[in-house]
């Protein structure tokens, strides 16, 4: 039996290599599908921070039964009553750029102020934010399917929505 040792070991030479090419790229896949939902999660945990603050700014500035509808309600056949001191065109700023006056790098890349619409609820007294954001993996946008069919797209959008009562306001 010791005999036949040797000749095992040179049989077994190669199979770590080939082992490793086996599985390394599954590996690999599911380490960046691991990145990219950490990612996401990252951006969508930021995407919620500022959409907080900008409807915390609207909710304070507006007083409690104030007869106010925001331009981009879409649901109601109100006129457009404009708040002061442009206070939306501020909470949209501070939503998209981290501060109420603007800036030229968004919180988030390629966040536009045309993805944050405002709504009030006039009967709950609420101020309601929503914005899409279109994630965008880092790698590639698509995944391929070796010619089984159409490849899958993993772009999608990040779709919040946001409430926050109306307790009082300047």
Known sequence: MIMHLPVLRKRQQGVAAVEMTI???????????????????????????????????LATH????????????????????????NLMDRARNLIVYGSELGGADPVLPGLEAADVSFC??????????????????????????????????IDFTLDSSISMRV???S
């Open 120 to 153: 009030e609820v006039p009967a709950l007294n609420e101020v309601q934010v929503h914005v899409q954001y279109d994630f965008t993996p880092m790698l590639f946008s698509s995944l391929p399917t070796f010619g089984l069919g159409d490849p899958i797209n």
């Open 167 to 169: 307790l009082g306001g």
């Open 62 to 85: 507006l007083n409690y039964g104030q007869q106010v509808v925001l331009n981009d309600c879409p649901t109601t056949d109100d006129p457009v009553i404009l708040l002061p001191d």
């Open 23 to 57: 599985v390394l790229p599954v590996l690999l896949l599911l380490l960046l599908a691991t990145a990219e939902i950490g990612r996401m999660l990252y951006q969508y945990n930021t995407l919620t921070k500022a959409q907080r603050s900008g409807a915390r700014l």
